[in-house]
C-alpha cells in the first residue's frame, strides 16, 4: 500500500508504508529516526507545526556544534546539492516518525496500529508541541471503529497515558476503567492487571475510583430527595421507604455508588430488581405489588434516562482532582524532559568524543 | 584514614579518604576499575585521585566502616539499611552484605508494621535485594492488602513488585486453604488431638471433630475464598476462633475442648506459621 501526496505535481511515490518511505519533492533537510529510517522533508511543515523542534533542534550547525545537527555522511565524497541536506536525528523510532509526519504533511494520515503506536505518537506530538497535530490525531482517533479507548484496552491506555504524561487520554481510560471491575487488588490480579503500572500510577487510579463512587454516591442521594423517581409515576408500592421511594428501587439506587459494583448502570441489572420485586409477595396481605407491576414502560425509560443523566453528570466532576496526576506520578516522562535529556544525552556523547581521556573523572553508576 | 591514596566522593559531595587497596581487596568493581588506565593530573584535591558514587554520605560512611576495623555503623532506618544493602550488592562486597544481615538480624532491625511492611518489601524489589523481598513478603501477610491499608506506600512499588506480592499471598491462601481442608477431613497430624470431644455429636461419619471447631474452620475457608486482602488478618482468624471456643465451653462446660486448646492450641499453627 502507498500513499500518494495530493498537494504534489509529482507522480513519483511520496510516502509508502511498507518501508517507511517518506521523500517529499524538493526536501531541503532529513530526518533521521533512531532505528536510522531517514526521510526527507520540508522544513517549513516541521517549523510550521512544531516551536520545540524550530527553535532547538532544527538550528544551522554551525551555531550550536554540541546539538544533534549533523551533516550527510555522503557529503564527504564531494557535495551535491541532495548531499548537503541537514540531517536531523530524533530520538523516535521510524514507524512512530513516519506516522508523525504523515499527520503534518498534506498526505492521508496514518495511525499506528497498536494501543502501544499511538499512544507513542501522541507522546511524541505532545513532546515536540504540535498542538494543531496533537488535534489532528485526536481526531482521527475518535474516529476509530472500535472506539480506541475502550473495555479491552482501557487499562494498558491508562498505563500508557500516565507514563507519557497524556492527561486527555489518562482521564478517558480511567473513565472507561470505571464499569469494568471492583477495582481492589485481588480482581485486578485475576485478571492479570495488576503489573502492567508502577503502584503510583495505581493508587491514582484507585483514588480516582473513590473519587467518583463518594461524589457518584452524594449525587445519587441528593438524586433520590430530589424527585427524581417520581418520574415512575406516584406509588403505592407494597414496600416504600421513610421517603416514599419503592424499596426495591432505593436499593438498587444505594449500590450504584457503593464499593461493591462497577461503576455503570446497566438497564438489565434495573429491569431485573424490578422483575424480582413484582414476584415478590407482600407477606402481610399475600398479594403482589400491583403499582409496580403497572408502571408504563415509557415511565419507567423516562426515570432510566432521568438516573442515568445524574450518573453521567456526576463523572465528570471528579475531573479537576485528576489532571493532576501526571505531573505527580511521572515527573521523569515530562515532554521537556525527554527531550532536554535526548539532546543532553548526544551534546555529551560529542564531549565524551572529543575529550582527551585524562579529563575524564571516573564515575560509577 | 591515614595514609588514605584515594578519595571517594558521595553524591552530596562529601569526601572519603580510603585506601584503594581496602577497596580493591574488598570489592571486585573496585578491583575491576582501578585495572583500567587512571588519569595522571586533574582537579584532585592533594593529589589524590578522586572517584565519584552515586551513594550519599550516610551510606558511604557505613560502608567504609564495614570494610575497616572501627565499629560498624549500619543505620538504623529501613531505608538506610536497604540502601547500605543495595550499596554491598552493587560493589559486589559479599563479606560485608553477609556481616551486615547478620547484624540486622541479630539488633532485630528491619522489621517494619503496617503499611510499612509492604513499603519496605517494594523498596527492597526495585533495589533486588532478593533476602529481604522474601522476608517483607513473609513480614506482610500479617497484614491485609488492599489498597486501603497500603495507602501511599503503593507509590513504592513497580507494578512486578506487586503483582508477585499478591501472586505469593494469594499461593499462600491456597496452601492455607488445603491445610484447613486437610484438617477438616482428619487427615493431618492436628485433627487427632480433638477427635472425641464427648460434648457434641458428629455432624458425619467422615469427619469426628466438634461441631463448633468444624463450624469456624468452615467459616474460615469461605473467608478465605472471597477475601479482598488475598489473605485474612491473622487475629481476626483467631478472634473467631477463641469466640467459638469460648461460646462452646460456656455452653457445654467442655473440659475435652478446654484441655486440647490449653494443651498446645494445636490448631491454630496450621498455615499461618508455615
Given at each position: 500500500?502507498?500513499?500518494?501526496?495530493?498537494?504534489?505535481?509529482?507522480s513519483?511515490?511520496v510516502i509508502?508504508?511498507?518501508?517507511?518511505?517518506?521523500?517529499y519533492?524538493?526536501?531541503?533537510?532529513?530526518?533521521?529516526?533512531?532505528d536510522?529510517h531517514e526521510?526527507?522533508?520540508l522544513k517549513?511543515?516541521?517549523?510550521?507545526?512544531?516551536?520545540?523542534?524550530g527553535?532547538?533542534?532544527?538550528?544551522?550547525?554551525n551555531s550550536?556544534p554540541?546539538t544533534?545537527?549533523?551533516?550527510?555522511?555522503s557529503?564527504?565524497d564531494?557535495?551535491?546539492?541532495?548531499d548537503?541536506?541537514?540531517?536531523?536525528?530524533?530520538?523516535?523510532?521510524?514507524?512512530?516518525?513516519?506516522s508523525?509526519l504523515?499527520?503534518?504533511f498534506?498526505?492521508?494520515?496514518?495511525?499506528p496500529?497498536?494501543?502501544?503506536?499511538?499512544?507513542?505518537l501522541?507522546?511524541?506530538?505532545?513532546m515536540?508541541?504540535?498542538d494543531?497535530?496533537?488535534?489532528h490525531?485526536?481526531?482521527?482517533?475518535?474516529e476509530q471503529?472500535?472506539s480506541f479507548?475502550?473495555?479491552?484496552?482501557?487499562y494498558i491506555?491508562?498505563?500508557l497515558?500516565?507514563k507519557?504524561?497524556l492527561?486527555?487520554?489518562?482521564?478517558?481510560?480511567?473513565?472507561?476503567?470505571?464499569?469494568?471491575?471492583?477495582?481492589?487488588?485481588?480482581?485486578?490480579?485475576s485478571?492479570?492487571?495488576l503489573?502492567?503500572m508502577?503502584?503510583?500510577?495505581?493508587?491514582?487510579?484507585?483514588?480516582?475510583?473513590?473519587?467518583?463512587?463518594s461524589?457518584?454516591?452524594s449525587?445519587?442521594?441528593?438524586?433520590?430527595?430530589?424527585?427524581?423517581?417520581v418520574?415512575l409515576g406516584?406509588?403505592?408500592?407494597?414496600?416504600?421507604?421513610?421517603s416514599?421511594?419503592?424499596?426495591?428501587?432505593?436499593?438498587?439506587?444505594?449500590?450504584?455508588?457503593?464499593?461493591?459494583?462497577?461503576?455503570s448502570?446497566d438497564?438489565?441489572?434495573?429491569?431485573?430488581?424490578?422483575?424480582e420485586h413484582?414476584?415478590c409477595?407482600?407477606?402481610?396481605t399475600?398479594?403482589?405489588?400491583?403499582?409496580?407491576?403497572?408502571?408504563?414502560?415509557?415511565?419507567?425509560h423516562?426515570?432510566?434516562?432521568t438516573?442515568?443523566?445524574?450518573?453521567?453528570?456526576?463523572?465528570?466532576k471528579?475531573?479537576?482532582?485528576?489532571?493532576?496526576?501526571a505531573?505527580?506520578?511521572h515527573n521523569?516522562?515530562?515532554?521537556?524532559?525527554?527531550l532536554?535529556?535526548?539532546l543532553w544525552?548526544?551534546?555529551?556523547r560529542?564531549?565524551?568524543?572529543?575529550?582527551?581521556?585524562?579529563?575524564?573523572?571516573?564515575t560509577?553508576? | 584514614?591515614?595514609?588514605?591514596?584515594i578519595i571517594?566522593?558521595?553524591?552530596?559531595?562529601?569526601?572519603f579518604?580510603?585506601?584503594?587497596s581496602?577497596?580493591?581487596?574488598?570489592?571486585?568493581?573496585?578491583?575491576?576499575?582501578?585495572?583500567?588506565?587512571?588519569?595522571?593530573c586533574?582537579?584532585?584535591?592533594d593529589?589524590?585521585?578522586l572517584v565519584?558514587?552515586?551513594?550519599n554520605?550516610?551510606?558511604l560512611n557505613?560502608?567504609?566502616?564495614?570494610?575497616?576495623p572501627?565499629t560498624?555503623?549500619?543505620?538504623?532506618?529501613?531505608?538506610g539499611?536497604?540502601?547500605?544493602?543495595?550499596?554491598t550488592?552493587?560493589?559486589?562486597?559479599?563479606?560485608?552484605?553477609s556481616?551486615?544481615?547478620?547484624?540486622?538480624?541479630?539488633?532485630?532491625l528491619l522489621?517494619?508494621?503496617g503499611?510499612?511492611?509492604?513499603?519496605?518489601?517494594?523498596?527492597a524489589?526495585s533495589?533486588?535485594?532478593?533476602p529481604?523481598m522474601?522476608?517483607?513478603?513473609?513480614?506482610?501477610?500479617?497484614y491485609?492488602m488492599?489498597?486501603?491499608?497500603?495507602?501511599?506506600?503503593l507509590w513504592?512499588?513497580?507494578g512486578?513488585?506487586l503483582?508477585?506480592?499478591?501472586?505469593?499471598r494469594l499461593?499462600?491462601?491456597?496452601?492455607?486453604?488445603?491445610?484447613?481442608?486437610?484438617f477438616?477431613?482428619?487427615?493431618d497430624?492436628?485433627?487427632?488431638?480433638?477427635?472425641?470431644?464427648?460434648?457434641?455429636?458428629?455432624?458425619?461419619?467422615?469427619?469426628?471433630?466438634?461441631?463448633?471447631l468444624?463450624a469456624?474452620?468452615?467459616?474460615?475457608?469461605?473467608?478465605?475464598?472471597?477475601?479482598?486482602?488475598?489473605?485474612?488478618?491473622?487475629?481476626?482468624?483467631?478472634?473467631?476462633y477463641l469466640?467459638?471456643?469460648q461460646?462452646?465451653?460456656?455452653?457445654?462446660?467442655c473440659?475435652?475442648?478446654a484441655?486440647?486448646?490449653?494443651?498446645?492450641?494445636?490448631?491454630?499453627?496450621?498455615?499461618?506459621?508455615?
Amino acid at each position: 500500500m502507498s500513499t500518494i501526496s495530493s498537494m504534489t505535481s509529482r507522480s513519483a511515490t511520496v510516502i509508502c508504508v511498507e518501508n517507511l518511505h517518506f521523500d517529499y519533492p524538493d526536501a531541503d533537510i532529513i530526518l533521521r529516526s533512531r532505528d536510522s529510517h531517514e526521510f526527507h522533508v520540508l522544513k517549513v511543515y516541521i517549523l510550521h507545526n512544531s516551536p520545540i523542534l524550530g527553535e532547538e533542534v532544527l538550528i544551522p550547525p554551525n551555531s550550536l556544534p554540541s546539538t544533534s545537527v549533523i551533516l550527510a555522511e555522503s557529503e564527504v565524497d564531494g557535495p551535491t546539492s541532495a548531499d548537503t541536506l541537514q540531517t536531523v536525528e530524533l530520538p523516535i523510532d521510524g514507524a512512530i516518525l513516519f506516522s508523525l509526519l504523515s499527520y503534518i504533511f498534506p498526505v492521508t494520515p496514518i495511525l499506528p496500529s497498536t494501543p502501544e503506536e499511538i499512544m507513542e505518537l501522541l507522546s511524541v506530538a505532545q513532546m515536540y508541541k504540535m498542538d494543531i497535530v496533537l488535534t489532528h490525531i485526536r481526531s482521527h482517533i475518535a474516529e476509530q471503529n472500535p472506539s480506541f479507548i475502550r473495555k479491552e484496552t482501557a487499562y494498558i491506555v491508562y498505563s500508557l497515558a500516565q507514563k507519557y504524561g497524556l492527561r486527555t487520554e489518562a482521564l478517558q481510560a480511567a473513565r472507561c476503567t470505571l464499569s469494568l471491575f471492583t477495582f481492589t487488588i485481588r480482581e485486578l490480579l485475576s485478571e492479570g492487571k495488576l503489573a502492567i503500572m508502577p503502584g503510583a500510577a495505581l493508587h491514582e487510579l484507585w483514588k480516582y475510583h473513590q473519587n467518583v463512587r463518594s461524589n457518584l454516591a452524594s449525587d445519587l442521594k441528593e438524586f433520590r430527595t430530589s424527585q427524581g423517581y417520581v418520574k415512575l409515576g406516584d406509588s403505592n408500592c407494597i414496600s416504600l421507604t421513610d421517603s416514599g421511594i419503592p424499596r426495591w428501587l432505593d436499593a438498587y439506587i444505594s449500590t450504584l455508588g457503593s464499593t461493591q459494583a462497577p461503576v455503570s448502570l446497566d438497564f438489565i441489572a434495573f429491569y431485573m430488581k424490578l422483575t424480582e420485586h413484582i414476584q415478590c409477595k407482600n407477606p402481610e396481605t399475600d398479594d403482589k405489588c400491583s403499582s409496580c407491576t403497572n408502571i408504563p414502560s415509557d415511565k419507567i425509560h423516562a426515570f432510566w434516562d432521568t438516573l442515568t443523566a445524574a450518573v453521567d453528570n456526576s463523572i465528570p466532576k471528579v475531573r479537576a482532582q485528576f489532571t493532576d496526576v501526571a505531573d505527580r506520578v511521572h515527573n521523569l516522562y515530562r515532554p521537556n524532559q525527554i527531550l532536554r535529556s535526548s539532546l543532553w544525552e548526544r551534546e555529551q556523547r560529542l564531549l565524551v568524543k572529543t575529550a582527551h581521556p585524562a579529563t575524564r573523572r571516573p564515575t560509577l553508576r | 584514614m591515614p595514609d588514605a591514596d584515594i578519595i571517594l566522593e558521595s553524591s552530596d559531595s562529601i569526601h572519603f579518604r580510603v585506601h584503594k587497596s581496602v577497596l580493591v581487596t574488598s570489592s571486585p568493581v573496585f578491583r575491576d576499575m582501578f585495572s583500567l588506565p587512571q588519569p595522571t593530573c586533574g582537579e584532585f584535591p592533594d593529589g589524590l585521585h578522586l572517584v565519584h558514587l552515586y551513594e550519599n554520605a550516610d551510606v558511604l560512611n557505613s560502608l567504609v566502616s564495614m570494610l575497616y576495623p572501627v565499629t560498624p555503623d549500619i543505620p538504623d532506618s529501613n531505608d538506610g539499611i536497604l540502601a547500605l544493602l543495595a550499596a554491598t550488592q552493587k560493589y559486589d562486597v559479599v563479606a560485608v552484605q553477609s556481616s551486615i544481615r547478620a547484624e540486622v538480624s541479630r539488633r532485630k532491625l528491619l522489621s517494619p508494621t503496617g503499611a510499612e511492611a509492604f513499603r519496605v518489601y517494594a523498596v527492597a524489589c526495585s533495589k533486588r535485594l532478593f533476602p529481604e523481598m522474601a522476608a517483607m513478603a513473609c513480614h506482610t501477610l500479617g497484614y491485609p492488602m488492599t489498597f486501603e491499608s497500603l495507602g501511599e506506600a503503593l507509590w513504592s512499588f513497580e507494578g512486578w513488585a506487586l503483582r508477585d506480592l499478591a501472586c505469593f499471598r494469594l499461593s499462600c491462601n491456597i496452601k492455607l486453604s488445603s491445610r484447613i481442608n486437610l484438617f477438616l477431613d482428619c487427615c493431618d497430624e492436628y485433627s487427632k488431638y480433638w477427635l472425641g470431644c464427648p460434648r457434641y455429636a458428629c455432624k458425619s461419619e467422615k469427619s469426628r471433630l466438634p461441631a463448633w471447631l468444624e463450624a469456624h474452620f468452615t467459616r474460615t475457608l469461605e473467608e478465605l475464598r472471597k477475601s479482598t486482602h488475598i489473605i485474612p488478618m491473622p487475629h481476626m482468624f483467631s478472634t473467631d476462633y477463641l469466640m467459638s471456643l469460648q461460646a462452646h465451653i460456656n455452653a457445654k462446660h467442655c473440659q475435652f475442648c478446654a484441655r486440647v486448646h490449653a494443651l498446645g492450641e494445636p490448631t491454630f499453627s496450621i498455615g499461618i506459621q508455615e
